[in-house]
């Protein structure tokens, strides 16, 4: 029995020394949530993704520009492409070429791209707002458990309490002969009882502590514990307040799922017009400029002519006087024609620019088009069937809530009442027993009773405040104690 007193008080120890730590609240705690969880990260970077589909979008209303260019040697024979003429040569050679083009007109298509991809954004933002009062609602629910397990190790430290200061009476009283050592063996067992329950109430607050830990994503190293604040002070909105149909109208404007599937829907019927506008024409308008260079490019105008000694024959023989026949003779000279520079190939001689309009006219594409409007279709009736399916799975909580809401809070009157019944009962009983009209095992019965009433109680009672809160979620109004 000394061991069992020695654990017990370690326990004790250990659960009192929790207590001492910061304490967090359900505002902080939500927060943090809110701030580290990793679905919240992940649905902010899928909203960040999707801005960043708007911005391209956006950007597809704007000319584009491209430069591309190629140099190389060239060996054998092969197209000069300054000269476009067939060489059997070695040779460097460099092209460049600086493009635009816009669209002028493709029936809208563009606009729409952008203002599905605007929705699609709305939708991705609103889902971050749903992620995060999921883990505010998860974390809530944690906090709750742990209250009412917290509460449920108070109520066992009394009972020991209780208990002991029962058996202390009993073992005088069996001291000085007034009672048989029976009584005081039931006591002793119902104190091994209650210590049993009180380390189990222990467990089970340092478990759901480690579960909420896991929501928040902390370290389970560091230390950690929760506000107490009294439950009965804990403000709750009256029932008539919260009516289901009032609640259900507030909660499609104000929880983010209704807002996603909104935005999701816009977005469809948006995507309908982009596909098709796809299936006409399309104008658009482009310009460039181009040029090349060639190691072997001759620049004619600078051709130097040289004089030479001596004639070359340039013709046939003629004939200048009966009988006298001369050829056809010219003065030799030299010819010299430079290779152009760099220069003036690329930014002069070679260079060339275009400008000019292009339609393109979608005429037979084996139905690829045709079957993404009609499956742009199907995708917009598919997501209003979803937000309609949603809208009524809503409806069917809040009045689930509503219901369970009003039972908790019937349960909880039936507990208040069944613990005053059980104290009363206690109260009579001690009195018999005081008087040697009651035997111990009786008297711990009602104690017992009395014990279970206050449990019992204690669940009500946050099950109806958790009910509440509910209500108040879904009305808008956040989650706070």
């Known amino acids: 029995m000394n061991r069992k007193f020695f654990c017990l008080l370690c326990l004790t120890f250990l659960y009192c020394f929790s207590q001492a730590q910061d304490k967090w609240s359900l505002e902080k705690c939500v927060a943090y949530a809110v701030a580290n969880n990793i679905s919240v990260k992940q649905a902010d970077i899928q909203a960040r993704i999707t801005a960043l589909t708007v911005k391209l979008n956006k950007a597809g209303q704007y000319p584009n520009v491209g430069f591309s260019t190629s140099s190389g040697y060239n060996f054998g024979r092969s197209i000069n492409p300054a000269t476009n003429q067939f060489e059997t040569n070695r ?17 809208f298509s563009q606009r729409h791209a952008i203002e599905a991809s605007r929705f699609d954004q709305q939708a991705a933002d609103a889902a971050v707002d749903k992620a ?11 906090y709750l458990q742990t209250l009412l397990a917290n ?51 222990i467990s089970t607050y340092q478990q759901n502590l480690i579960q909420l830990k896991a929501l928040l994503n902390l370290d389970m ?5 929760i506000e107490t604040p009294n439950v009965d002070r804990i403000p709750v909105e009256p029932l008539a307040e919260l009516q289901p149909a009032y609640v259900y109208q507030q909660a499609l404007k104000n929880l ?14 948006k995507n309908i017009q982009v596909a098709r506008s796809s299936m ?20 004619r105008s600078r051709t130097v002519v040289t004089p030479g000694s001596g004639f070359d024959t340039v013709g046939l023989v003629v004939q200048t006087s009966p009988g006298v026949y001369q050829p056809v003779v010219s003065p030799k000279f030299q010819t010299y024609t430079p290779f152009a520079t760099y220069g003036k190939q690329v930014f002069d001689i070679n260079l060339g620019e275009r400008i000019g309009l292009s339609l393109s006219i979608p005429i037979f594409n084996n139905r690829q088009l045709r079957t993404n409007w009609e499956r742009a279709k199907l995708n917009a009736e598919g997501v209003k069937l979803q937000l309609q399916q949603d809208d009524l799975t809503l409806q069917a909580d809040i009045y689930n809530a509503y219901t369970n809401a009003v039972n908790a809070q019937q349960r909880y009157m039936s507990a208040q009442k069944a613990v005053q019944a059980s104290q009363k009962a206690l109260d009579f009983s001690q009195k018999r027993y005081d008087a040697n009209l009651l035997s111990l095992f009786e008297l711990l019965t009602n104690q017992n009773n009395l014990n279970t009433s206050k449990l019992n109680a204690a669940a009500a009672q946050f099950e109806f405040v958790f009910r509440m809160k509910l209500l108040e979620f879904y009305k808008g109004q956040g989650l706070k104690l």
């Open 91 to 107: 040779f460097f050679f460099s092209n460049y070429q600086l493009q635009s083009s816009v669209n002028l007109f493709n029936w």
């Open 132 to 142: 995060r009062n999921d883990i505010a609602l998860n974390v809530a629910v944690a």
């Open 151 to 201: 509460e449920q190790v108070q109520i066992s430290n009394v009972q020991i309490a209780q208990t002991l200061a029962q058996m202390d009476i009993v073992r005088k009283r069996v001291n000085a002969g007034a009672v048989p050592e029976l009584n005081l063996v039931e006591a002793e067992a119902q104190l091994a009882t209650d210590s049993s329950n009180y380390i189990t109430a």
């Open 221 to 225: 190293a560091v230390a950690f514990d």
């Open 256 to 269: 983010p799922q209704q807002r996603v599937n909104h935005f999701r829907y816009q977005s469809a019927l």
């Open 280 to 299: 006409y024409p399309t104008l658009s308008a482009f310009i460039g400029v181009g040029s090349t260079y060639s190691s072997l490019y001759p620049d």
